[in-house]
């Protein structure tokens, strides 16, 4: 009879460890799915800002701050193709933006033909592009920055780091490209897109459709902005061949095309 006792006590006490094991288990698989919904939140909310997670934006090298060509602020091409908008460049009162919905996403009207073309030929050669992210207002774009300066003010820097780090993953509002209709982000704005083929297939042929890569890994001390693979920019056919043949980025060409016309008159 004892035996028959101490059997079933061992029987439920075994059990016990089992049910405090599942509970463990169950509790460990909680804190992790929770901790990754708001990894992923935060992830799909900066991809709809065109950027990275405030993680990787942490690591990356800080951009040189005072190597703006000449340090002054370049003038604005008169050609609607190369309208700069950056840290020293907000989209000129004269600019037109025409927005359209296409690809699920707002885009300036003048960039749809050129960005079908750019999608068709691409599928041809099994290359999938989509839109993740076009046309962006400032209301947008405000929200998405200020969201970020609180992220990382919640870390525990002081507000001035905060400003300067999330200043570097979301542009500020009135310096984000997205504003001009003209720059599009690609495939879900994926860290690593830039080891994907989609990203080999545009950095081959996106100038042959108008389109450069607006901030390239070479070019982060003059944009001032980290290497993006996901964003790409319309600027017109010829213009992103000569992008391409010179190695500028937007910043260099307008200014070298801006002092080849003074020199030339
Ligand atoms: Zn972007």
Not at 95 to 124: C, G, N, W
Not at 143 to 169: D, H, M, P, Q
Not at 171 to 198: C, Q, W
Not at 237 to 255: G, H, P, Q, R, S
């Amino acid at each position: 009879m004892y035996q028959e006792k101490n059997k079933v006590c061992k029987v439920l006490s075994a059990f016990a460890v089992i049910l405090v094991e599942l509970a463990l288990m169950a509790a460990t698989t909680v804190v992790f799915v929770m901790a990754f919904e708001r990894v992923d939140a935060k992830r799909t909310e900066v991809a709809a800002a065109g950027s990275s997670t405030p993680a990787t934006a942490a690591v990356q090298p800080e951009p040189d701050k005072t190597s703006q060509p000449d340090g002054q602020p370049l003038k604005q091409s008169e050609d609607w193709k190369l309208v700069l908008v950056n840290y020293d460049h907000e989209l000129p009162d004269t600019f037109e933006t025409q927005i359209v919905h296409e690809f699920s996403v707002d885009l300036d009207s003048r960039i749809v033909e050129p960005y079908r073309q750019m999608h068709d030929a691409a599928l041809k050669d099994n290359i999938k592009l989509w839109l993740s992210s076009g046309y962006r207002n400032d209301d947008r774009q405000q929200r998405l920055y200020e969201e970020e300066v609180e992220a990382y003010y919640r870390t525990g820097i002081s507000y001035e780091e905060a400003v300067s780090k999330a200043s570097k993953s979301v542009a500020p509002p009135g310096t984000s490209e997205h504003i001009t209709g003209l720059a599009v982000d690609l495939n879900g704005v994926l860290e690593n897109f830039g080891d994907t083929k989609e990203s080999d297939w545009l950095l081959a042929h996106a100038q042959d459709y108008g389109f450069v890569l607006r901030f390239p890994e070479d070019k982060q001390d003059i944009t001032r902005i980290k290497y993006e693979a996901w964003h790409y920019r319309y600027v017109g056919v010829e213009n992103a061949k000569k992008m391409k043949e010179l190695n500028m980025c937007l910043e260099e060409y307008v200014d070298y095309l801006s002092k080849n016309q003074t020199a030339s008159h």
